[in-house]
C-alpha cells in the first residue's frame, strides 16, 4: 500500500545522516527534501491508479452479406435458434449499418460481434464449437478481434439489458505526447458527465486485438450503445445543445475522433454468467 511504502520511505530517510557539509542542525532543510520525496511517491501511487486500463473483453467481429432470397429479420431468428452450450460466445450481437460510409453499405449488411472473456477462452470455445456463422444464410469477409474496455455503463442500461437498440461508433486517435490510459480517463469522466445529465448508456473503448487493417489510421473505436432505440437519439441532442464527450483536433482532449456512424444493435445471444 503507498501508505506503508511511505512510512519506510520517511524511516530510511531518518536514518541517514546529514549532507556532507551540513550539519546536523540542517533539519529544514533534509525535512524539506524528504517531504517533497514523500509527496512525489503518493502523486505517482495516485496518478498511476487513474491511469490503469483494465484488461476488458475480447471480441470478435466480422462483416457479412445476407444471402439472396433472406431478409435480416430471418437471419436474427435463425441465429437465436442455433444450438449453444460452454463452447459458445459469452455474448453475440448483430449491427446494422443505418449513418455509414457508403463504401461499408456497398459491400456488408451486417457486422457480428461475438464476446469472449479472453484470448484463451476465444481460441478454446471457437476451437469446440466450429464455425456457427456457417450455418446461417450468410457470405462474410475476414474476423478480427478487438479489445472491448468498458468505460461507462449505466444502471439504465444494465437492467434494460436491451433486444435492440442504437449505437454509435467513431474512430479515434491518440495525440501526440498522450498514452491509451489517458483516453481511457478522460472517457470515463466525460462519460460520467453525460450520465449526470441524463444519459443511459454503455461506453465502450474498442482497442485492435487481432487481424483487420496493418495501418487502420485510428488508435481505438469509441462505441456507445442507448438503453433503449431512442437513447442514442437523446444522447445527440445532449451535444446538439453543447454537451460534449468526443472533442475536435483543436482541443487539449488526448484524444480526436471523426463523425459517428449510427447503427442498429441486435442482441442473439447472453450467457447466464
Known sequence: MPR???????????????????????????????????????????????QMLPAGAVVRTINCTIDEGFTFDEVVERARNLDRDDSSAQSVFMRRP????????????????AYYPSYSEMLERRSAAGNTTGRLPLSCGNPSVVRAITGHQSQAYQDAQPDSSTMLTRFCSIRAGTNIN?????????????????SDELVQMYIPGLGGPQ????????????????KIHERLDLTREGLRLVTSSNSTSPFSCNRPALWTTTAIYRSND
Open 182 to 198: 489517458h483516453s481511457y480517463n478522460r472517457i470515463k469522466t466525460a462519460s460520467q458527465s453525460y450520465a449526470d445529465a441524463g
Open 215 to 230: 495501418n487502420p489510421g485510428y488508435d481505438f473505436i469509441l462505441a456507445e450503445v442507448g438503453s433503449s432505440m431512442e
Open 98 to 113: 443505418i449513418y455509414t460510409t457508403a463504401e461499408y453499405q456497398e459491400n456488408w449488411d451486417v457486422q457480428i460481434a
Open 4 to 50: 506503508l511504502n511511505g512510512e519506510i520511505l520517511f524511516k530510511y530517510f531518518e536514518k541517514q545522516a546529514p549532507f556532507q557539509g551540513q550539519s546536523k542542525g540542517d533539519d529544514m532543510t533534509r525535512i524539506y527534501l524528504i517531504s517533497t520525496t514523500i509527496l512525489l511517491f503518493f502523486m505517482t501511487s495516485i496518478t498511476s491508479a487513474q
